[in-house]
């Protein structure tokens, strides 16, 4: 039973470019959570998706940010016009229900904002 | 608002126990984690303590919560070189629409010396 994954697991971008995050949750799995690490911090949550549903975006930047999880396919986090302040790590992680009390997470994908 | 802390380093000797100290302030949250992230990779569930209890033990694994003064701590016995790595605290902080949004600390980074 493969876990969650995330491609590409290093994206290059630069300034101004548009960064597309993709994240596979595991087999069952329609609650999806993004997650964002900047250097030196904890994660941070950005966005809860189900299946074709934006749940909760409270953490997402306002402007140049945004995500969904389409019925067939990966769930996709897309960042447009980005900035150096973008370079973080991003985990997405994956539950099978939104009150299940694990929730497993992705590798991960560094992005680098040059 | 939600707000968890931890100390940001700590160097223990191999084969000596190490304790890894978090405080968090939503005193609603039903569950408590502890993660462990390697250099470069995602985040690894090590355990997790409902609210409801004082202490858990799994293995080398002890987690204390005292609720009263919102303190979740980690012992790890023995511990190993292998061990090295950042040890995060998550709490759950759910939201209108259901799910689990995790809530993590920064991070406390573990060192095991010969």
């Known amino acids: 039973n493969a876990g969650v994954m995330q491609n590409p697991r290093h994206l290059v971008r630069r300034r101004g470019q548009e960064a597309r995050l993709r994240c596979s949750p595991m087999?069952?799995?329609?609650?999806v959570y993004w997650y964002r690490q900047l250097p030196e911090e904890g994660l941070k949550f950005m966005v809860y998706?189900?299946?074709?549903?934006?749940?909760?975006e409270s953490g997402m930047p306002k402007e140049r940010f945004s995500a969904e999880f389409p019925k067939e396919g990966p769930s996709i986090l897309r960042i447009q016009q980005v900035v150096r302040g973008d370079s973080a790590a991003y985990f997405c992680?994956?539950?099978?229900?939104?009150?299940?009390?694990?929730?497993?997470f992705g590798p991960g994908t560094r992005l680098t904002v040059l | 608002g939600e707000d968890v802390e931890q100390s940001l380093f700590l160097s223990v000797r191999e084969g000596d126990s190490s304790v890894i100290n978090c405080t968090y302030t939503?005193?609603?949250?039903?569950?408590l984690y502890w993660y462990k992230q390697e250099p470069g990779a995602g985040l690894q569930l090590l355990t997790y303590?409902?609210?409801?209890?004082d202490m858990k033990q799994d293995q080398r694994l002890t987690v204390l919560l005292n609720k009263k003064d919102k303190h979740l701590s980690l012992r790890i016995a023995d511990t190993q070189t292998g061990d090295s790595a950042i040890y995060f605290c998550?709490?759950?902080?759910?939201?209108?629409?259901?799910?689990?949004?995790?809530?993590f600390g920064t991070g406390t980074q573990l060192k095991v010396e010969l």
């Open positions: 998550a709490e759950v902080g759910g939201f209108t629409g259901g799910g689990n949004k995790l809530t």
């Open positions: 087999k069952g799995h329609s609650h």
């Open positions: 998706l189900q299946k074709e549903n934006i749940i909760d």
């Open positions: 303590i409902f609210s409801n209890m």
């Open positions: 939503d005193s609603s949250s039903t569950y």
């Open positions: 992680a994956s539950s099978p229900r939104s009150d299940y009390n694990e929730q497993f």
